[in-house]
Nanobody, 123 residues
Framework: VQLQASGGGLVQAGGSLRLSCAAS????????MGWFRQAPGKEREFVAA????????YYTDSVKGRFTISRDNAKNTVYLQMNSLKPEDTAVYYC?????????????????WGQGTQVTVSS
């Protein structure tokens, strides 16, 4: 499975970005998907996850009400809509595939990773 993340950039605090992650080489519609982020000098942090049908989602507390994860199985793509961005959201954002059909916050339980896309929020 190959993942290609895109949509990052520089935005002012309070602004919005939508990240996309296109998957290829596997059966996307069967996979649970997650978004993680990693700021300089910090560990990789769980952001959001979604089940294979898009009916169940889970968020870390710091992004609840601001971020929305969604997917389009016809396009083999998962999205992360980020609104009301804050400087502390600045990080490299990664998408990941989980093949065991569980929603999990643990990076080591994800099987495939994209290359990351940089999100920078200025104050």
């Amino acid at each position: 499975v190959q993942l290609q993340a895109s949509g990052g950039g520089l935005v002012q605090a309070g602004g919005s970005l939508r990240l996309s992650c296109a998957a290829s080489g596997g059966t996307f519609s069967r996979y649970y998907m997650g978004w993680f982020r990693q700021a300089p000098g910090k560990e990789r942090e769980f952001v959001a996850a979604i089940d294979w049908r898009g009916r169940s989602t889970y968020y870390t507390d710091s992004v609840k009400g601001r971020f929305t994860i969604s997917r389009d199985n016809a396009k083999n793509t998962v999205y992360l809509q980020m609104n009301s961005l804050k400087p502390e959201d600045t990080a490299v954002y990664y998408c990941a595939v989980e093949t065991s059909a569980i929603i999990t916050t643990k990076p080591y339980e994800y099987d495939y990773w994209g290359q990351g896309t940089q999100v920078t929020v200025s104050s």
